[in-house]
Nanobody, 121 residues
Framework: QAQLAESGGGLVQAGGTLRLSCTAS????????MAWYRQAPGKQRELVAH???????SYTNSVEGRFTISRDNAKYTVYLQMNSLRPEDTAVYYC???????????????WGQGTQVTVSS
């Protein structure tokens, strides 16, 4: 089994910055892909940014150039640096990771509990 714990959300003015962190813990053998999703009220959850185990990244168009995803494999942690925040970035942000665990021996898609990001205009 593994768990994901997020931190770093909060309230910020438009144009401000926030950095989200998500750390995996448990019986981990390796972590494949890691990603950040977000869900705004009344909308579907959407993929914001994605990073592979080798560090290749991709972003949804609306955050390209403003957000940066990175990971520290030694710490089982993924980060989302969010700059030039806009009110439309307001959402609950969820961490996601595909983790290979030792006990039980499995490959599973895990989700964090979510962290609120609110951008005021």
């Amino acid at each position: 089994q593994a768990q994901l714990a997020e931190s770093g959300g909060g309230l910020v003015q438009a144009g401000g910055t926030l950095r989200l962190s998500c750390t995996a813990s448990g019986s981990i053998s390796s972590i494949l892909t890691m990603a950040w999703y977000r869900q705004a009220p009344g909308k579907q959850r959407e993929l914001v940014a994605h990073i592979t185990s080798s560090g290749s990244t991709s972003y949804t168009n609306s955050v390209e150039g403003r957000f940066t995803i990175s990971r520290d494999n030694a710490k089982y942690t993924v980060y989302l640096q969010m700059n030039s925040l806009r009110p439309e970035d307001t959402a609950v942000y969820y961490c996601n990771a595909v983790i290979r665990t030792i006990i039980p021996m499995s490959l599973t898609n895990y989700w964090g509990q979510g962290t609120q990001v609110t951008v005021s205009s």
